[in-house]
């Protein structure tokens, strides 16, 4: 392969970032960022399944500052993906096509991002202090 | 002169017949990700603090193991479908690339199985 030196397109440097392709480049690094993110669910589920003491330590690291701060990036990567990722559903469908709806649904998709991560987490610790 | 018959020399040189399954089980997997996404999200926030005994109870009950089953399966699934297209776009040496695929490949075959058997272990120990 001579691949190494070879152009890039788009070529990203002469491109102002628009809506439509920061939230596609979103799409991509949540998703990834979501694939790391499955090993906390995986830490969750073995430490249940390893006993009371293991499972005690994940919920204490679950509960800390840093990992109420990767809870949450985690949802809102989560809920984001899952949004944008219905939207190109749509698209899959062939809907949605015209510019003035990409804009219209991506925008959308931001909103409910928003909502969904903030209702989650104030609903989360509602649940919390009245447990 | 080579000992290879004119079937071995071709073979693999076209069409793999094979060109819309990858993107069509992404699309499956993500479809039924989003059902269970929203289950589980909502079965989170219900738990929110909940102790060992609860969350061993909820885990135990059939129904919601074989949800959490068909949720890890396809999460990894549609996983590796993704990051295997991110690898390809972005890794162009051969030996690189296929190296990257196989260690997602396996990593996300370890953590699928870690997950299901902590699953099926809770349900069946209860």
């Known amino acids: 392969m001579q691949g190494e030196n070879r152009p890039l397109s788009p070529h990203l440097q002469v491109y102002r970032p628009q809506l439509t392709s920061s939230l596609s480049i979103l799409h991509r690094i949540t ?30 690291f679950f509960g800390s500052f840093f990992g109420q701060l990767l809870l949450f990036g985690w949802s809102i990567a989560l809920f984001y993906h899952l949004c944008n990722g219905i939207r190109h559903l749509f698209w899959d469908a062939g809907l949605g096509f015209e510019l003035p709806e990409v804009y219209r649904s991506g ?4 909103i409910a991002t928003g909502v969904l991560t903030l209702l989650t987490w104030i609903i989360g610790y509602i649940v919390y202090w009245s447990a | 002169m080579s000992l290879q018959s004119h079937l071995a020399r071709v073979r693999g040189l076209g069409s793999a017949k094979a060109g819309t399954a990858h993107w069509w089980s992404q699309r499956l997997t993500a479809i039924a ?53 991110i690898i390809e776009d972005y890794v162009h040496r051969e030996a690189c690339k296929i190296g990257s695929l196989l260690l997602v490949k396996a990593a996300c075959l370890v953590l699928a199985m870690t997950g299901v058997l902590s699953v099926l272990s809770i349900l069946f120990k209860g």
């Not at chain 1, 925008?107 to 931001?110: C, D, E, F, S, Y």
């Not at chain 2, 005994?53 to 699934?77: D, H, N, Q």
């Open chain 1, 31 to 60: 998703g990834a960022a979501l694939a790391v993110g499955t090993l906390l669910l995986v830490y969750w589920l073995a430490a249940a399944a390893s006993g009371t003491e293991a499972f005690e330590s994940a919920q204490g």
């Open chain 1, 107 to 110: 925008w959308a998709v931001v």
């Open chain 2, 33 to 85: 990700l989003v059902p269970l996404l929203v289950w589980f999200v909502a079965s989170l926030i219900g738990m929110a603090g909940a102790d060992y005994y609860t969350m061993r109870a909820w885990v135990g009950s059939p129904v919601v193991a074989g949800l959490l089953i068909l949720l890890i399966v396809a999460t990894f699934y549609h996983a590796y479908l993704g990051l295997q297209v």
